[in-house]
């Protein structure tokens, strides 16, 4: 077993859209980014390739990169799946918590859970979101950005765990 952890920030600004874990939110602000600027995702992507000794995600998608100007997030976790399974390791689990004074989360959770999960091919109970406020305080508490933080813990395919 291998565990990795990631983390992403991206600053809220007006004139953007607001995606999260691969869902789109209503919001009147949006993160401001060279992609879609998903956190969640990025965070994502991070404690994967951590986990898999495969550096970040600046290597693998640097934002010098004009191929990737505002490129859906779902493509590059879907690459960094990819990446993983070359090395013969496979997804058990990820755990994300997301910190944002707004909007709520909450409505949204079980969402993204299924769509974190379908990017990756496992089952949606291997994926978990909980989200903070900081209670008002720093950047996050004043509406200035989002941030999330993951966990991820590859292993090896189900199919060679019995061999």
């Given at each position: 077993?291998?565990?990795?952890?990631?983390?992403?920030?991206?600053?809220?600004v007006s004139g953007r859209k607001l995606v999260l874990g691969g869902v789109r939110i209503p919001f009147e602000m949006g993160l401001e980014g060279h992609s879609d600027a998903d956190v969640v995702l990025h965070s994502i992507c991070d404690a994967l390739l951590g986990a898999a000794g495969l550096g970040d995600?600046?290597?693998?998608?640097?934002?010098?990169?004009?191929?990737?100007?505002?490129?859906?997030s779902a493509v590059l976790l879907r690459r960094v799946r990819e990446a993983i399974e070359k090395k013969?390791?496979?997804?058990?689990?990820?755990?994300?918590?997301?910190?944002?004074?707004?909007?709520?989360?909450?409505?949204?959770?079980?969402?993204?859970?299924?769509?974190?999960?379908?990017?990756?091919?496992?089952?949606?109970?291997?994926?978990?979101v909980k989200a903070t406020?900081?209670?008002?305080?720093?950047?996050?508490?004043r509406g200035e950005g989002i941030a999330a933080a993951s966990v991820a813990l590859l292993g090896k395919p189900s199919s060679e765990i019995n061999q």
């Amino acid at each position: 077993m291998r565990i990795g952890a990631g983390y992403d920030v991206h600053r809220l600004v007006s004139g953007r859209k607001l995606v999260l874990g691969g869902v789109r939110i209503p919001f009147e602000m949006g993160l401001e980014g060279h992609s879609d600027a998903d956190v969640v995702l990025h965070s994502i992507c991070d404690a994967l390739l951590g986990a898999a000794g495969l550096g970040d995600i600046g290597l693998h998608f640097p934002d010098s990169d004009p191929s990737y100007k505002d490129i859906d997030s779902a493509v590059l976790l879907r690459r960094v799946r990819e990446a993983i399974e070359k090395k013969a390791l496979a997804v058990r689990n990820i755990d994300i918590t997301i910190f944002a004074q707004e909007p709520k989360i909450s409505p949204y959770r079980e969402k993204m859970e299924k769509r974190i999960a379908e990017i990756l091919g496992i089952e949606a109970d291997r994926v978990n979101v909980k989200a903070t406020t900081t209670e008002g305080l720093g950047p996050f508490g004043r509406g200035e950005g989002i941030a999330a933080a993951s966990v991820a813990l590859l292993g090896k395919p189900s199919s060679e765990i019995n061999q």
